[in-house]
């Protein structure tokens, strides 16, 4: 199978999926930044798929997608009432759009 097989695909999703897939924007220093390269950043399920999050916000926010970059990112061990816990994983997709496409991620979807 080649790097770029997904490329081609087609994904069908449901609405309820697309709302699903894209949980909340992260809003951050770096994703202020990266903002200015056309590039938006979401948390997703962990369970979700590159394929999937390009149709999710493809058909949400009605832009193309160029890339999707994911990052799972490991929750931190935190100390609550003497007791350790840990945060839950999460996963980080960073979402680049064609030229001209933009995403104003301080209005609600």
Not at 40 to 45: D, I, M, R, T
Not at 55 to 65: D, H, I, Q, R, W
Not at 85 to 106: E, N, P, Q
């Amino acid at each position: 199978m080649s790097k770029h097989s997904h490329l081609g695909k087609n994904v069908k999703l449901s609405q309820e999926r697309m709302y699903e897939l894209i949980r909340s924007p992260i809003i951050t220093e770096k994703t202020t930044i990266i903002s200015e390269h056309n590039q938006v950043s979401f948390k997703v399920p962990l369970d979700a798929t590159k394929p999937e999050i390009r149709a999710a916000v493809e058909g949400l926010f009605e832009v193309k997608v160029t890339a999707v970059n994911t990052i799972v990112q490991k929750g931190k061990v935190k100390r609550f009432r003497g007791h350790l816990g840990k945060r839950s994983d999460f996963k980080k997709a960073i979402v680049t759009l064609v030229d001209g496409d933009s995403i104003d991620i301080t209005t609600g979807v």
